[in-house]
């Protein structure tokens, strides 16, 4: 199985939080597969990026860049809406960011790395939490 | 039967050198080829992991905090305008 990545993972990799560098190293030993987002994570850390807030824009650009960045399709809006669907049902509230997330993960049978333990409520989805 | 590809341009000696590596190995020169472009599609791939978790000039705390906040503001603008039905 391929990993995706979420955006509180990238924000670490950028700050270079080596505890979270060498998990990751750890889980795309044993998985195969590229580096992938979401469209919606390639979006919102673009937008972090944008602006004269950074040093050196155009190096995190080109990191962004290196990830197989998931589009959206047909079968993104159905998951999102099944998952929205159930999990209010269920009375769990996620953005809906992080479902197209879990859609697009659920849809293309990938793990996702993150840091928030709310996306292990989503059952059709494998998730590993970074400590 | 499996359709006939054509590789251009392949010289003489890699094409025998080829043939010899699938005799030796007992195997058709679609399987070599197949290992040929698996192994590179896996090298690639983590090639392609090292150049994401090497981080030579990571943010600064400033930095990430401006970016947590632009993500952040970000998030809150998908509270959707509610939608005027008549």
Same mark, same amino acid.
Request: proline content about 1%; glycine content about 4%.
């Given at each position: 199985?391929?990993?995706?990545?979420?955006?509180?993972?990238?924000?670490?990799?950028?700050?270079?939080?080596?505890?979270?560098?060498?998990?990751?190293?750890?889980?795309?030993?044993?998985?195969?597969?590229?580096?992938?987002?979401?469209?919606?994570?390639?979006? &919102?850390?673009?937008?972090?990026?944008?602006?004269?807030?950074?040093?050196?824009?155009?190096?995190?650009?080109?990191?962004?860049?290196?990830?197989?960045?998931?589009?959206?399709?047909?079968?993104?809006?159905?998951?999102?809406?099944?998952?929205?669907?159930?999990? &209010?049902?269920?009375?769990?509230?996620?953005?809906?960011?992080?479902?197209?997330?879990?859609?697009?993960?659920?849809?293309?049978?990938?793990?996702?790395?993150?840091?928030?333990?709310?996306?292990?409520?989503?059952?059709?989805?494998?998730?590993?939490?970074?400590? | 039967?499996?359709?006939?590809?054509?590789?251009?341009?392949?010289?003489?000696? #890699?094409?025998?050198?080829?043939?010899?590596?699938?005799?030796?190995?007992?195997?058709?020169?679609?399987?070599?080829?197949?290992?040929?472009?698996?192994?590179?599609?896996?090298?690639? #791939?983590?090639?392609?992991?090292?150049?994401?978790?090497?981080?030579?000039?990571?943010?600064?705390?400033?930095?990430?905090?401006?970016?947590?906040?632009?993500?952040?503001?970000?998030?809150?603008?998908?509270?959707?305008?509610?939608?005027?039905?008549?």
């Amino acid at each position: 199985m391929g990993l995706i990545l979420d955006t509180s993972i990238l924000i670490d990799i950028e700050k270079n939080i080596l505890n979270t560098i060498s998990q990751i190293k750890d889980i795309s030993k044993n998985n195969s597969g590229n580096a992938s987002i979401s469209f919606m994570t390639y979006s &919102e850390s673009y937008f972090g990026i944008l602006g004269k807030h950074l040093h050196n824009q155009e190096l995190h650009l080109r990191r962004l860049n290196l990830f197989n960045c998931v589009n959206a399709t047909k079968d993104t809006g159905k998951n999102l809406a099944e998952l929205k669907y159930k999990y &209010e049902l269920k009375g769990i509230h996620f953005q809906i960011p992080d479902l197209i997330i879990a859609a697009q993960a659920k849809e293309n049978n990938l793990i996702l790395i993150t840091k928030d333990k709310l996306f292990c409520e989503i059952e059709e989805i494998k998730t590993i939490i970074i400590e | 039967m499996s359709e006939v590809k054509t590789i251009k341009g392949v010289d003489e000696e #890699i094409w025998a050198d080829f043939k010899a590596i699938a005799e030796k190995e007992d195997r058709k020169m679609a399987e070599v080829l197949a290992d040929l472009v698996k192994y590179y599609k896996e090298r690639n #791939i983590k090639k392609n992991w090292e150049e994401i978790l090497t981080v030579k000039e990571p943010l600064t705390e400033y930095e990430a905090k401006m970016v947590e906040k632009r993500i952040k503001e970000f998030r809150k603008d998908f509270k959707f305008r509610e939608t005027k039905w008549d």
